[in-house]
């Protein structure tokens, strides 16, 4: 199953390089009902659910217009996928370009669905591209936590 985990990750990823993904379709063979998605820890509380994360990840395209994710290493078992990568925005508000380096955990159940995707960020290298101290980017992704 490592390399059709792998390939279920990469289509997804590859999947959010346009403008307007259709969500629904990404996230309906990819993701367990149940799967929690934690976009920028340790500052947001996960998302839980399939439809939660597809609302989650709606609202953030409401931010920027598409996610050129470029992989730079990928390890995988039968269990997780972890990724190096990347990932390229281009916001909303002013046509900038934010580049940040993530580190994407998902971890795959016996059915071969996500039920576990965690993203790590350098946050104060995003705040600074954001024109943005640590502690306001901080706050301002905090603002978005909502437990489930």
């Not at 998605?37 to 931010?63: H, K, M, N, S, W």
């Not at 909303?92 to 380096?101: A, K, M």
């Not at 946050?123 to 936590?145: I, V, W």
Request: glycine share 4%.
């Amino acid at each position: 199953m490592t390399d059709h985990h792998e390939q279920m990750v990469r289509g997804f990823l590859d999947a959010l390089h346009v403008s307007d993904p259709d969500f629904a379709v990404l996230t309906e063979g990819l993701l367990a009902e149940d799967a929690r998605y934690v976009p920028l820890l340790p500052l947001r509380a996960p998302v839980r659910g399939r439809a939660a994360i597809r609302t989650e990840l709606e609202r953030q395209y409401d931010f920027y217009t598409e996610c050129r994710c470029d992989i730079i290493a990928l390890a995988s078992d039968d269990r997780f996928v972890f990724t190096e990568r990347v990932d390229r925005v281009t916001l909303r508000r002013d046509g900038r370009e934010v580049v940040v380096r993530v580190c994407g955990v998902f971890e795959f159940d016996d059915r071969g669905l996500v039920t576990s995707w965690r993203e790590y960020y350098d946050s104060a290298d995003m705040a600074e591209q954001l024109g943005q101290t640590p502690q306001e980017f901080a706050d301002h992704m905090r603002s978005y936590a909502r437990p489930r």
